[in-house]
C-alpha cells in the first residue's frame, strides 16, 4: 500500500512529499461494517467510527498517507507532521466539497488518530497480539466514507495516481463458539496487586491507579470482527463503536467515553469514574444510582478525575466550565458518575495540542499521571497496546473527536484479548474491584457470542 514520504519514528520533520488530493461527493448510504471489513480485508488497514444511535459513521480503508510518530509526544508530531502534509496537498484537483469547514462534519480528508496507553512500553513490540500495532499512529486513508442522518458522502485522497479500486467484501465468516476463557490475573493474583497499591497510596506515591486485566478467549474457529461490531452497536447504539483493522488483527470495541473534541474554538470531554451495575428492577437500578453518587469513595476518585481534566485544558483554552455536580451515566450494563467539562480554546483547531495535554486521561491512568503509569507497567503482566488509549480523527482545520478506547479487545486468529479495568484509590475493596472489572467485560463477552 502507498506510504507517505514523510513517515518518521522520530520527530517530524519536512521532506519531499508527493502532492496530493482529495474528491468527495455524495453517494448512496451503505453498510459501514461490511465497508470496513471489505476494505481491510483489501488493503491492510482498516478504521471504522460509528455512532449507531446518531446514525453517524466513518469508515476509512488503505493508507495514502501514513504518520508513526516517536512515542515521546506523540499528539504533538502528529500535528506537526498533518500541518505539514496538508501544505503538500494540491487544491486545484480538489472537489468543492473537500474540506469539512462549512460543509458536512467529518467529510474531506480526515486523519485517523490512535495512540496507545503507555507508548513507551517496550514490552508491546514483542508481545503476540500487539506487536504488530505502532505505539502511535495517524493515517490518511486511500479512500473514506461519512454516513450522517441518512446520507453518505465518499472521500477519495490520491497521490498523483488513479483512485482506489472499489474493496469486494468477503465471504461472512463462519460462525464460532467460545471453547475456553482465562482471567489474567485470576482474583488473588489481582488482590495482591490491588494491596500493594493501597500501600503505596498510604506512603504518598499516588492518590489513584487504574488497574486493568486481561481476559483470553479461544473459539474453536477463528473470531470474524462483522458479527462482533454488528453485536456490539445493537447492544450499545449510545455509545462509539470502534474498530482498527491492523494486517491480521483487529481492535474493536464499544467505548462510552470521550477524551475531547474540537469544533472550532469549542471544546467538550466527558470525565467518568466510579461505577455500580445495573440494577435488575427500576426500584434496584434507582438505589445502585444513588449508592454511587452517595459513596465517599467513587466521589473522590470521581473528583481527581475531573480536576485532572480541567487542569489539563485551563493552559489552552480561555474558558473552562465544570459541571456543578456529577451526574448518572447509564449505560445497558454499568453505570458511572460524570461530569461534563466544556471549554473555549484560544486558537481553533486544537484537538491534537489539547489530546496532548490529556493522554492518557486520569480515568484510564490515575493521579498523579508519571506515578500511575510506572505502577501499571509494574504490576499489569501484559502490555495494554491500544486498549485504553486515545482514538479518533482530526481534519483539515484541526478539528474532530477523540474517544479513550474502553470496553475493547483485540482478534487474532480464533483467540480474543479482552480488557477491563478500575479505579484503585485508598480504601479500595479488591474482590469488588474485580465484580466491577468483570461487568465491563461484559459487553465485549456478549459479542464474541
Not at 462509539?240 to 473534541?261: H, K, M, N, Q, Y
Amino acid at each position: 500500500m502507498p506510504e507517505d514520504p514523510m513517515t518518521a519514528r522520530s520527530a517530524p520533520r519536512r521532506a519531499a512529499a508527493a502532492p496530493w488530493r482529495s474528491v468527495v461527493r455524495e453517494v448512496a448510504p451503505s453498510d459501514p461494517v461490511r465497508e470496513f471489513v471489505a476494505g481491510w480485508s483489501a488493503t491492510g488497514r482498516g478504521f471504522l467510527w460509528w455512532r449507531p444511535a446518531e446514525g453517524f459513521a466513518v469508515v476509512g480503508t488503505g493508507a495514502t498517507l501514513t504518520c508513526l510518530p516517536h512515542p515521546g509526544r506523540p499528539f504533538a508530531a502528529v500535528d506537526t507532521w498533518w500541518a505539514r502534509a496538508r501544505a503538500d496537498r494540491q487544491r486545484d484537483g480538489d472537489s468543492a466539497g473537500a474540506d469539512s469547514a462549512g460543509a458536512d462534519p467529518a467529510t474531506g480528508p480526515l486523519l485517523f488518530c490512535g495512540v496507545a496507553f503507555d507508548p513507551a512500553d517496550e514490552r508491546a513490540a514483542s508481545d503476540p497480539y500487539w506487536r504488530l500495532f505502532p505505539p502511535a499512529a495517524a493515517v490518511l486513508p486511500a479512500q473514506m466514507t461519512t454516513l450522517r442522518a441518512g446520507r453518505a458522502w465518499r472521500t477519495v485522497n490520491t497521490i498523483d495516481g488513479p483512485a482506489p479500486a472499489e474493496a469486494v467484501p468477503p465471504p461472512a465468516g463462519a460462525p464460532v463458539t467460545i471453547t475456553a476463557t482465562a482471567d489474567l490475573p485470576e482474583l488473588a493474583g489481582w488482590s495482591r496487586r490491588v494491596r500493594r497499591l493501597t500501600e503505596s497510596f498510604a506512603r504518598g506515591e499516588a492518590e489513584k491507579v487504574v488497574l486493568a486485566r486481561c481476559k483470553r478467549v479461544v473459539a474453536d474457529g477463528p473470531f470474524s470482527a462483522e458479527p462482533v461490531l454488528r453485536r456490539l452497536a445493537a447492544a450499545h447504539a449510545e455509545s462509539t463503536v470502534f474498530a482498527v483493522g491492523w494486517d491480521d488483527r483487529c481492535f474493536l470495541g464499544a467505548t462510552p467515553e470521550l477524551l475531547v473534541s474540537t469544533r472550532g474554538t469549542a471544546v467538550r470531554s466527558g470525565p467518568r469514574a466510579g461505577s455500580r451495575p445495573r440494577g435488575r428492577t427500576a426500584a434496584e437500578d434507582a438505589a445502585l444510582a444513588a449508592e454511587l453518587l452517595g459513596s465517599d469513595k467513587d466521589r473522590r476518585e470521581h473528583a481527581l478525575v475531573v480536576d485532572a481534566v480541567a487542569a489539563a485544558l485551563h493552559p489552552l483554552c480561555r474558558r473552562v466550565e465544570v459541571a456543578p455536580a456529577p451526574a448518572i451515566l447509564a449505560l445497558p450494563n454499568v453505570q458511572h458518575l460524570l461530569t461534563p467539562v466544556v471549554a473555549e480554546a484560544i486558537a481553533p483547531g486544537s484537538l491534537l495540542a489539547l489530546a496532548e495535554r490529556l493522554h492518557p486521561p486520569p480515568a484510564v491512568g490515575g493521579v498523579p499521571r508519571a506515578a500511575a503509569v510506572a505502577a501499571i507497567r509494574h504490576l499489569e503482566a501484559r502490555p495494554r497496546g491500544w486498549y485504553a488509549g486515545s482514538l479518533g480523527w482530526v481534519d483539515a482545520q484541526g478539528d474532530g473527536e477523540l474517544v479513550i478506547a474502553l470496553r475493547s479487545g483485540i482478534l487474532r486468529g480464533p483467540t480474543a484479548l479482552l480488557y477491563a479495568g478500575c479505579g484503585v484509590v485508598a480504601g479500595s475493596d479488591p474482590e469488588r474491584e474485580y465484580a466491577e472489572t468483570e461487568v465491563k467485560f461484559a459487553p465485549l463477552l456478549a459479542a464474541l457470542g
